[in-house]
């Protein structure tokens, strides 16, 4: 699956197209995880990621606790989330894998085996989750 990183803190994104609208609310500006499929069958999952933003990104995979909602985990004071129970992530310019960010224009990937439950695929930059970067992904 594909999945799409952006951020909107300036004039130069001009042109990008996407569903992003409005102002950006807050300090920071708004972020976005966006994936081309909500749902996918369990197996092996092969995701590619793209940063299309101004700043470097990345993509965790955690597990969402029932009945928790998407965006709601805790944030620490250093802007980051708790990885423990990560599963995976893509994190690397133009390579597999865990690295240092995915630079602007640059694409990272991991393909990660997945059971049947729901998952949340985020964004773990310090302030990048608090300003959007999260999505679910339900796996049946
Ligand atoms: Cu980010």
């Not at 569903?19 to 499929?37: C, E, F, I, N």
């Not at 009945?67 to 004071?77: A, L, M, N, W, Y």
């Not at 085996?113 to 679910?136: D, I, K, S």
């Amino acid at each position: 699956m594909n999945i799409n990183l952006t951020n909107m803190d300036g004039p130069m994104m001009g042109g990008g197209g996407g569903p992003m609208t409005g102002g950006g609310p807050m300090s920071g500006g708004v972020m976005r995880l966006q994936a081309d499929q909500a749902t996918v069958p369990h197996g092996s999952v092969s995701f590619l990621v793209t940063s299309r933003g101004s700043i470097t990104h990345e993509m965790v995979v955690l597990p969402l606790p029932e009945p928790q909602i998407v965006g709601t985990r805790p944030i620490g004071g250093d802007g980051k989330l708790d990885e423990t129970g990560s599963l995976g992530e893509a994190s690397n310019t133009c390579a597999e894998g865990a690295g240092q960010g995915i630079l602007p224009g640059g694409s990272g990937w991991v393909s990660i085996t997945l059971a049947p439950r729901r998952y949340e695929l985020l964004c773990n930059l310090p302030g990048h989750y608090g300003a959007g970067m999260y999505t679910q992904l339900t796996v049946t």
